[in-house]
């Protein structure tokens, strides 16, 4: 996930899209799956752009190498929305050759209502502008509250800024995170599973939380951000006890 990528927010330099564009791989046919799910969520008024991964590989000399996909399913509808890939012509035909057994038609009338609506790129730019005013008041209220509760007690904790995208990165002492859940789920408040980020939901640190501040309610949020900093700086006491002990 080159921009805003999921779960810490960030966006990959341009010295990083090229290195991955001109770099020598074992296997001839290697393939960059380049996932551009938050392509145009900016939280900011930076647009945040960087290069084009396939330009780059096709200057570089290696056209077949990346497979770029992004999809409106956190623009219009989660997982009825429309999608869309950008590759070599020639990986176009292979995909679409693939495709034909898999599906016989697309969602026609689906593909249609987002292009009425939608417009073209700038529609697409404009409707984002009505999702960021319903999610930065909840970011903002997130980062406030973690500064607030959490930089008192010294570095027990740090989080992401995210400049788009859709998730706040909270970093706990190590051998906490997992305990930080715990506790929250005790008081009523759902957590994404600590460590779920990580492959197979390993996070060898036990350290890191997800934090997905878009769905609830503002008021629900600040009440979640609240008891979720305590937690935080329970798990860290708790913590800091078990090591003196030992
Ligand atoms: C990073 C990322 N990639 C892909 C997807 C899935 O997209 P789609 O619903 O179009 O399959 C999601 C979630 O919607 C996502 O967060």
């Known amino acids: 996930m080159p921009v805003y990528s999921n779960p810490d927010g960030y966006v990959y330099s341009d010295e990083t899209v090229r290195r991955l564009a001109q770099m020598t791989t074992a296997a ?14 900016h939280l900011t008024d930076e647009q945040v752009e960087i290069p084009n991964i396939l330009d780059e590989c096709k200057v570089a000399g290696h056209p077949e190498r990346p497979l770029m996909f992004c999809s409106t399913s956190k623009i219009t509808y989660p997982g009825a929305g429309v999608a869309a890939m950008g590759a070599s012509l020639k990986n176009i035909h292979y995909i679409t050759k693939n495709m034909v057994p898999m ?22 730019l404009e409707h984002m502008k009505k999702h960021r005013a319903i999610l930065q008041p909840k970011f903002d209220l997130v980062k406030n509250t973690f500064k607030n509760e959490l930089e008192p007690c010294g570095k027990i904790a740090r989080w992401t800024n995210p400049k788009g995208g859709y998730f706040i990165s909270l970093y706990v002492m190590p051998g906490c995170a997992k305990r930080v859940a715990q506790l929250c789920s005790d008081c009523g ?8 980020s990580y492959p197979y939901g390993l996070d060898s640190r036990d ?12 008021e629900d949020l600040g009440v979640a951000a609240q008891l979720l900093t305590i937690c935080v700086r329970l798990a860290t006491v708790e913590k800091l006890i078990q090591r003196a002990e030992h």
């Open 103 to 124: 599906i016989i038609s697309y969602d026609k009338m689906n593909q249609l209502r987002h292009v009425q609506f939608l417009k073209n790129k700038q529609g697409v």
């Open 189 to 196: 408040l759902s957590l994404t599973g600590a460590g779920a």
């Open 28 to 41: 001839p046919d290697f393939k960059i799956f380049w996932d551009d799910a938050y392509v145009v969520h």
């Open 207 to 218: 350290s890191h939380l997800r934090i997905a501040p878009t769905y609830p309610s503002v």
